[in-house]
């Protein structure tokens, strides 16, 4: 099967110069590569790719198409996200998500906007994909429900309403960092946006197209399974954030203490 080549985009991104694309994968051979040089011509620095145990060429594809590979055995969205994050190299400032299916794409207008809300101070941007009506068209029933859902348990959790749950999102490295992930499932993008919450980060959304996958199917939303074991997850981690936050906003509190004790000794 031919590899699709995704258009390439000459205009660069500041922030992109200084950002490592992390694109968990997983049997996505005939799309991945396409993926791996639309980020490069938009400016990427480095991309990753991160095979989750694929048994088709996913990882030949994306190193053919310039994208450093690594292996994560075990399987879950979390944990080959994890995997790209690990041992980056010191130039890198900013981790950007990426889906490997093509839906995932910056246009020139969304890059500028995503450049604005950093220079704005912006940590954490989330590519959101309802405002644009065309790019709202095109998320499934399951993922649109799932979406309004999920962030209405946020919202009542944690008073902070997002419009997406977003698979296209950009943190400052340091950041990321702070936020001290632990889920290696489907809730990463959810502990993610929870743990900025709690931490105070400024968070930001931009509007992006949701462009229709270019090959395969969609481990979450193309099968009945996949829509249980992510549904489940995703709950699964907003009942454990829920649970948590106390004893986590009182450890918060005292490392903030403690910190403002060694301060002034």
């Not at 051979?29 to 996913?58: E, F, H, I, M, Q």
């Not at 919450?197 to 400024?202: A, M, Q, S």
Request: net charge positive.
């Amino acid at each position: 099967m031919t590899t699709p080549i995704l258009r390439a985009h000459p205009l660069g991104q500041d922030f992109l110069a200084h950002t490592v694309v992390v694109i968990p994968a997983l049997n996505e051979a005939p799309c991945v590569a396409g993926t791996v040089r639309d980020w490069l011509a938009r400016g990427a620095v480095l991309v990753r790719v991160v095979d989750n145990g694929s048994t088709d060429a996913t990882a030949a594809q994306a190193r053919n198409a310039g994208a450093e590979v690594r292996a994560e055995p075990q399987r879950g969205y979390g944990a080959a996200a994890w995997a790209g994050t690990c041992d980056l190299p010191s130039h890198i400032e900013w981790i950007l998500f990426s889906s490997a299916d093509g839906s995932d794409r910056l246009d020139d207008e969304a890059a500028a906007a995503f450049q604005v809300e950093i220079d704005r101070g912006a940590v954490l941007i989330l590519g959101e994909r309802v405002t644009r009506p065309v790019s709202r068209r095109r998320l499934t029933p399951t993922q649109r429900f799932g979406n309004a859902l999920c962030c209405a348990l946020i919202a009542l959790g944690w008073g902070r309403r997002f419009r997406d749950m977003a698979s296209l999102r950009v943190i400052r490295r340091d950041a990321f960092l702070r936020l001290g992930l632990q889920d290696r499932a489907f809730g990463w993008n959810v502990e993610m946006q929870v743990r900025a919450i709690e931490l105070g980060l400024v968070i930001a959304e931009v509007p992006v197209d949701c462009h229709a996958r270019v090959a395969g199917e969609s481990k979450i939303s193309g099968t009945l399974a996949g829509i249980v074991r992510a549904g489940g997850g995703i709950l699964s981690m907003v009942g454990k954030l829920y649970a948590g936050r106390t004893a986590r906003r009182t450890r918060q509190s005292a490392e903030i203490l403690q910190g403002e004790a060694s301060a002034s000794r």
